[in-house]
């Protein structure tokens, strides 16, 4: 196994390393390589040695990835982009969902594939909702990530810090009311850091609503009734994960029915157990992570076929 983190984050991959050799790991079983994505990357994805590809990253460099796999038939595996859906229907535990919420986008600064960025609510409970989203988000500590009483830290670099601030802007120029946050935070703190911030009025056809931003950046959208959720939810090229909030245990069924998403939470965000297949549809990548699907990912299926009875020609076959 060859393992190239990220470019921005390569010490804990390295760190990982040390720690697997001092467990006793032979020399050689896992190589952590860190270096540029063009120059790393590429020279483990155009290896003839190279039998299999696991990818996490953006879409764009997923479809690059498998570009460069083709000329050596390498299997590939994608997990990509994501703009999940947050869905809360009117018959919902609301606090619940409302602390749900805060932590599907803004765990990890929202720099994470599953980050709930689209907050579907119904029209009927969006007033209230809202009241005790805007609330709770306002209490959120913004910091040093060392300090245990910091809730939201620092963008990974300058370039993600970059494209985070010009979706604030993007946002307002679209017309979204901007209800919480929408400034940077790096002169006050000497950092890569945005405020937890809020978009309410957002069209579905938005770019903030369409795109991926990968930071603390919510947009909250309205919903009619069930099949106006649907239609929104899947209108969007991402299919990665979902939540969805509801009591009607055949409305949750129905709705993961009917959701384009490899991974549906009800009642629940970002519940990961190793045991359930993970990955996604459309531009969010294909192949699974963990579960037995994950397995196949890297195994090959081989049909051997034993006789050990002697076999009479039938007359006519082949020429006998």
Not at 55 to 76: E, Q, Y
Not at 137 to 144: F, M, P, T, Y
Not at 155 to 169: E, G, I, M, P, T
Request: hydrophobic share 40%; aromatic share 10%.
């Amino acid at each position: 196994m060859v393992l190239k983190p990220a470019e921005q984050t390569p010490l804990t991959a390295l760190r990982l390393g040390e720690l697997l050799h001092e467990a006793g790991v032979p020399e050689g079983v896992i190589n952590v390589v860190p270096g540029l994505g063009a120059v790393a990357g590429d020279a483990l994805v155009k290896h003839p040695l190279v039998n299999k590809i696991a990818f996490t990253g953006s879409t764009a460099v997923g479809k690059h990835i498998m570009k460069h796999a083709a000329d050596s038939l390498k299997r590939v595996s994608l997990e990509l982009g994501g703009k999940a859906p947050n869905v809360v229907f009117e018959d919902a535990d609301l606090d619940q969902a409302v602390n749900s919420a805060l932590f599907a986008i803004y765990f990890n600064q929202g720099q994470i594939c599953t980050a709930g960025s689209r907050l579907f609510l119904q029209a009927s409970i969006y007033d209230t909702f809202m009241e005790k989203f805007l609330s709770r988000i306002a209490s959120l500590r913004v910091g040093d990530p060392t300090q245990n009483t910091t809730q939201i830290g620092a963008l990974v670099s300058q370039a993600q810090f970059d494209k985070v601030s010009s979706y604030l802007q993007i946002g307002q120029q679209e017309g979204a009311t901007l209800a919480f946050g929408g400034q940077t935070l790096r002169d006050e703190l000497k950092g890569w850091f945005v405020q937890p911030t809020v978009f309410t009025d957002v069209r579905n056809d938005m770019r903030i609503a369409q795109e991926e931003i990968f930071g603390p950046v919510l947009s909250v959208l309205r919903f009619e009734d069930e099949a106006d959720a649907i239609r929104q939810v899947n209108d969007i090229s991402y299919g990665l994960v979902s939540a969805v909030w509801t009591q009607n245990i055949k409305r949750a069924h129905n709705f993961a029915r009917k959701i384009q998403a490899g991974y549906v939470w009800v009642n629940s965000y970002n519940v990961l157990p190793v045991e359930a297949p993970f990955g996604g549809y459309k531009q969010s990548g294909f192949g699974r992570e963990l579960g037995l699907g994950a397995l196949e990912m890297y195994t090959e299926t081989k049909n051997v076929y034993v006789d050990l009875l002697p076999q009479t020609p039938v007359s006519g076959w082949y020429g006998l």
